[in-house]
């Protein structure tokens, strides 16, 4: 049951950082479309100035359109493909929870382990490997399903 609340925890945590992560991703957004607009409002300033034809703006820049399906389809495509393997990672972690995953421990970390560039050194005595199971990736997988569950619900940049 404690493992039970600690995972609940820690996916109400992943999906908070998910909707921050997007909330920020909104302000950075909402920052260059004001640089655009400002760029925009220059250039047609400007072809006005020099008596240039609209339609050449209108060419130069395009409605947008055409340009905002095709980025928005590829982001979704992308994404698509992330969530799938993702999926996929943690599906076969839960058909085979105790499959052994042997990994390296970088070579400067197998005497110590060091925090802000050296000021915190705490000594390890470790192996060259370490061995977890499958399992640990079942129970990463919820955290990050809810972490972008938290980034998508979440509203914010242009629509």
Request: charged share 15%.
């Amino acid at each position: 049951m404690l493992a039970l609340l600690a995972t609940f925890i820690a996916s109400v945590g992943s999906a908070g950082i998910g909707s921050i992560l997007k909330i920020i991703a909104g302000l950075i957004d909402s920052y260059a479309a004001r640089g655009e607009a400002r760029e925009k409002r220059e250039a047609l300033r400007d072809a006005k100035k020099n008596a240039h034809n609209i339609e050449f703006a209108k060419l130069l820049y395009g409605d947008g359109e055409t340009l905002h399906i095709f980025s928005r389809w590829t982001r979704r495509i992308v994404a698509l493909i992330g969530v799938s393997t993702l999926a996929v990672l943690g599906i076969l972690a839960l058909l085979w929870p105790t499959a052994p995953i042997v990994t390296f421990y970088p070579p400067e970390q197998q005497q110590s382990f060091s925090l802000l560039w050296g000021l915190l050194t705490i000594p390890i005595r470790a192996g060259e490997t370490v061995t977890v199971s499958s399992g640990h990736i079942a129970l990463m997988v919820v955290s990050i399903f809810s972490m972008i569950v938290g980034f998508y619900f979440t509203p914010g940049g242009r629509k």
